[in-house]
Structure formats: C-alpha cells, structure tokens
C-alpha cells in the first residue's frame, strides 16, 4: 500500500515528470552511441515511444505530463536562438551560397507543401486534414499556430512535425549517400527544410557544416512556409 501511495505521489509532482523527461533521452541517446549514431537508431523517437509507454502504463493524462516537463518546452526558446551562434561562426560560408539556399528554399518549400497535400488528397484525406498537413516540415510551435488559423487540427500538425522530423533524420544519410550527393551544406540545408529541429539535431550528429545550413533552413522555413501555404491551399485544398 505503502509503494502505491508514493507513487500516486510522485506521478503528480513536477520534478518527476521532468526527471523521467531526461531519463528517457539520456536512456535513447546512450542506444543511439551504441549503435554509432545509425540513422534508424533515433534517439528523440526512442525517447518518445519510452515516455509514451509510461504514460500509458500509468494512466497519466498529457497535461499532468507538461506540468512537470514544461521546463524542457521552455528551453526549446534558447535552444532555436543558439542555432545563430554556428551560423555567424560560418558566415562567409552562408554568403557564397545564398543564391542557391534562396532557390532551394522557394521550390523547396513549395514542393514539400504540394506533395503532401496531392498525396493524402488522392487518398481520401477530408480538408481538415490537409490544413493539418500542410505545414509538417516547419517547426512545431509556428506549425500549430498556421494550422489552428487556417481551420486544422493542431493536436494533429504536432504528431504530423514530429512524424515527419523523425523520418527525414533517419532517411536523411543514407538517402543522401544514395543520390551521391557528398556537400554537407546541401545535406543539411535539405534535412533541415524537410525535417526542422529534429533533422538539424541529426544533420550536426554529422558533419558541423551540415548542422549550419540545417538551422538555417529551418529558420528560413519557419518564415516562408506559412506565407506559402494560404496561396497554395485553395488549389491543393479546396
């Protein structure tokens, strides 16, 4: 009786919460090195699937959760900006390539928008859904925001980001060693247009360079893709 008491306990208190957030990535992280950082042993989709079963076992409810990891979220704020410190470190880098970033970024902010919405569209997918979708490449606080204005579900667009992080990070390398393409600047810019915060975490795991360009594509991506989607909406998504 005594060991359920304390759990009760426990599972209400913030710091428990935000202990197991930790556990659970310092646990996915330590198989991630394990398995030499191989792109299908992703450590934030191990620490999710190890946080998501715990709560399920549990009969914790999500804001119960958020109450204790909520530091976690608030650190994702620093976290974005800091992706400024490597970018002004590379600067001169960032500036012989600017013509091409700025191309990449219009068709490929364009075309990630376009293919998910023609994809699920041939699959039945109702309207709701498509607004939902659309924004899935950009990160998830400016994904919600564009999806709950337009008429989706932002509960939906959180699980369609994360989704889509997860798999660009695992595809990323060996897709990219498949097409030969071998500059780390256009691996990282594409991941993280494609696949924001979690394909930028996978691009730095990589190369340094890769990890530049990849916060940058996010950030750039985070600035164009809502200002794509209204227009491309009512010929994709009537």
Known sequence: MIPFRLWVYLQTTPL??????????LIADALAKAAHRNPLVNHVAIAIALLGVLLKVTGTDYQTYFNGAQFVHFLLGPATVALGVPIYANM?????????????LLVGAAVVIASALL??????????????LA???ITAGVAMA????????????????????????????PLMNALGVR????RGF?????????????????????GVFAGLAMGLNAV???????ALLPWLAP
């Open 16 to 25: 428990f919460w935000l202990t197991a957030t930790l556990a659970a990535f």
């Open 92 to 104: 001169a880098l960032v500036r012989r390539n600017f013509w091409p970033m700025a191309a990449a």
């Open 119 to 132: 994809v699920a569209k041939a699959l039945g997918a109702p309207r709701a859904v498509l607004v939902s």
């Open 135 to 137: 924004p899935k490449s």
């Open 146 to 173: 564009v999806s709950e204005t337009l008429g989706g579900a932002p509960p939906l667009t959180a699980v369609l980001v994360i989704a889509t992080g997860v798999l660009g990070a695992i595809v990323v390398t």
């Open 183 to 186: 500059d780390f600047a256009a």
């Open 190 to 210: 594409a991941v993280g247009l494609a696949s924001h915060g979690i394909g930028t975490a996978r691009a730095f795991s990589v190369d340094p360079v890769a």
């Open 224 to 230: 164009v893709t809502p200002a794509i989607i209204p």
